[in-house]
């Protein structure tokens, strides 16, 4: 059965702070893995990563991927109040493009 | 908007109800989804319609029922719900063969 497991389960910073959001995986024939940022209501798309050691970046966002260990980082700099957010890691399995999500990591920015 | 619209955005329905949950994309997609998020828990994936199949049934009680007209829409059913079966229902599409879902925005469903 494929997993999913994302820490922490929670975080607090402040503002200006660097937190890096960590998501390790089983999953059988490995196609991708998601980043999800939930806010209220629906999941927005962050970064799909299927190659292992290129980073993928998006201003103060960036993540990587290791398929040797099976794990993903997202990184977060100079966060903003605005990043306060659930964060959903996800894999996508070859055979059958389904995706297995992650508990997520609540992140709180205090001002 | 993200091209995936459900509705209603709220439902709160006693244990004797029926209701039905909509789901509706504009992209062209030929893959829908129905997930269910609870407090603490991961998104669960519940249904699967691939080109207007459904494809997985992922031990979903029969009290939830799916119902994928074409591959535009996506209704999900419900009868004699539990208090337990309160959560977000968040409905999904993509293209088979492509990465990644668009989600829409759920339903926020009470069972009283």
């Known amino acids: 059965e494929d997993k999913v497991v994302q820490s922490p389960l929670s975080l607090v910073v402040h503002e200006g702070d660097t937190v890096t959001l960590n998501c390790s995986y089983e999953?059988?024939?490995?196609?991708?893995l998601l980043w999800y940022k939930q806010e209220k209501k629906a999941p927005t798309f962050l970064f799909m990563l299927t190659s292992s050691g290129i980073e993928k970046k998006s201003g103060r966002l960036s993540s990587i991927l290791d398929k040797k260990e099976l794990f993903s980082i997202l990184n977060i700099t100079a966060t903003q109040t605005g990043d306060s957010a659930i964060y959903l890691c996800?894999?996508?399995?070859?055979?059958?493009?389904?995706?297995?999500f992650g508990k997520g990591t609540l992140l709180t920015v205090n001002p | 908007e993200t091209g995936v619209t459900q509705t209603p955005r709220h439902l709160v329905m006693g244990m004797t109800n029926k209701k039905s949950l909509k789901c509706e994309q504009h992209l062209g997609h030929n893959a829908m989804y129905w997930y269910k998020q609870s407090a603490k828990k991961p998104l669960e994936l519940m249904f699967v319609?691939?080109?207007?199949?459904?494809?997985e049934n992922n031990s979903v009680p029969s009290r939830f029922s799916p119902e994928c007209p074409n591959s535009s829409h996506l209704f999900l059913h419900l009868h004699t719900l539990q208090p337990e079966d309160s959560a977000l229902y968040l409905c999904?599409?993509?293209?088979?063969?492509?990465?990644?879902?668009?989600f829409g925005s759920g339903t926020r469903l009470t069972v009283v």
């Open positions: 999953v059988t024939n490995f196609r991708s």
């Open positions: 996800a894999v996508e399995a070859r055979s059958n493009y389904k995706l297995t």
């Open positions: 319609y691939s080109l207007e199949e459904r494809v």
């Open positions: 999904a599409s993509s293209q088979v063969g492509t990465y990644g879902y668009t």
